[in-house]
């Protein structure tokens, strides 16, 4: 249980402020993450959209890929959005040779997966343990999860647009991760879930 949790945002590369701005809507303390020493300061961490090879090289360049995955292996929750799923993924299809994952969540994920007839989408997704209406989820060069392992709670997939049934949203203990932009719209709902996660209220 942590009371106030100070969550960090990796900040090498993506729509970093986007995630920031959204946390200090819920009112919870932030922090950029460039280096293992500002790393070490935070409860736990959003990995964020953009271009998970980029974001891949700088954390191997900025020394934070061993760090990172100590953190995860250490129980950190981490939530990663589109890129940052990749992020997150044991298993990786469709990246490039060199691309380097940190893994965490058991899963098997596929870049750039709906394909260039669907770019970026948006459309309705219900997520588990989110109430109200179906959440309006962005997709841009989205991947999506092929496959799951035990230990992984599926909550959400996707109806439509070339990709019926796919799932889009997962969960493995304090692990999460969304292929779609939350931080691009208005609705903090799933923002909240994870900041109930790290305090160790879901
Ligand atoms: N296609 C991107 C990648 O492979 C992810 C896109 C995104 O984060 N919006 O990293």
């Not at 271009?51 to 129980?75: D, F, N, Q, W």
């Not at 709670?153 to 949203?169: E, K, P, Q, Y």
């Not at 999460?176 to 719209?185: I, N, V």
């Amino acid at each position: 249980m942590t009371a106030n949790p100070t969550i960090g945002v990796l900040a090498l590369q993506g729509d970093v402020a986007e995630h920031v701005r959204m946390l200090d809507d819920l009112g919870v303390a932030t922090a950029r993450v460039l280096s293992a020493e500002r790393l070490a300061t935070v409860d736990a961490l959003v990995i964020p959209g953009g271009e998970s090879t980029t974001i891949s090289k700088l954390a191997v360049r900025h020394g934070l890929m061993g760090p990172l995955r100590e953190r995860v292996a250490r129980g950190m929750p981490v939530y990663g959005t589109c890129a940052g799923m990749i992020m997150l993924a044991d298993r990786l299809l469709g990246g490039t040779a060199d691309q380097e994952t940190l893994g965490g969540i058991d899963m098997t994920v596929r870049r750039n997966a709906f394909g260039r007839q669907a770019e970026s989408f948006e459309t309705g997704v219900r997520i588990d343990g989110v109430g109200g209406d179906p959440f309006d989820a962005v997709f841009i060069r989205a991947p999506w999860v092929e496959s799951v392992g035990p230990g992984v709670t599926v909550l959400g997939s996707v109806n439509g647009t070339g990709g019926a049934g796919r799932i889009v949203a997962v969960r493995q203990g304090g692990l999460m991760a969304t292929s779609f932009h939350p931080e691009l719209t208005g609705d903090t709902r799933i923002h909240r879930l994870f900041v109930d996660i790290a305090k160790g209220h879901a």
